[in-house]
C-alpha cells in the first residue's frame, strides 16, 4: 500500500500563489508517475497535472501557464505550483499514483489517491 497525504491547500486572493505538496510513504514504487486533480462544488473530479518517474510533465489547458507539477524522488514528494489563481480554481485537490513511467490522465489510471486539500480563491 501508497499513503499519500496533500498539504499547503488554504484561502488566497485571486492573482496570488499556492504550493501544494504530497507526500508518499509506504510501500513506494521504484518508478512511479504522479498526478494531480482537483473537484470544484458540484462538479466531476478532473484532471489537472501529470509527471512521470523522469520528469516529464503535461497539463490540462486551464491551467497550463500557471501551474507547475515537480517532483523530488529522494523525498518521495510531489509539488504543485499554482500562480494567478482565480476564483475558478477552487476546488479539492487530490494526489494520485501509480506504478509506471508514463503520463496518465484518467483518474482511473491512478491506484492510490490522497484525502484532499481545499483550495479556496477569493475575488
Known amino acids: 500500500q501508497v499513503q499519500l497525504v496533500e498539504s499547503g491547500g488554504g484561502l488566497v486572493q485571486a492573482g496570488g500563489s499556492l504550493r501544494l505538496s504530497c507526500a508518499a510513504s509506504?510501500?513506494?514504487?521504484?518508478?512511479?508517475?504522479m498526478g494531480w486533480f482537483r473537484q470544484a462544488p458540484g462538479k466531476e473530479r478532473e484532471f489537472v497535472a501529470s509527471?512521470?518517474?523522469?520528469?516529464?510533465?503535461y497539463y490540462a489547458d486551464s491551467v497550463k501557464g500557471r501551474f507547475t507539477i515537480s517532483r523530488d524522488n529522494a523525498k518521495n514528494t510531489v509539488y504543485l505550483q499554482m500562480n494567478s489563481l482565480n476564483s475558478e480554481d477552487t476546488a479539492v485537490y487530490y494526489c494520485?499514483?501509480?506504478?509506471?513511467?508514463?503520463?496518465?490522465?484518467?483518474?482511473?489510471?491512478?491506484?492510490?489517491w490522497g484525502q484532499g486539500t481545499q483550495v479556496t480563491v477569493s475575488s
Open positions: 494520485a499514483s501509480r506504478s509506471g513511467d508514463g503520463i496518465y490522465v484518467y483518474q482511473s489510471s491512478y491506484t492510490y
Open positions: 509506504g510501500r513506494t514504487f521504484s518508478r512511479n508517475s
Open positions: 509527471i512521470n518517474w523522469g520528469g516529464g510533465t
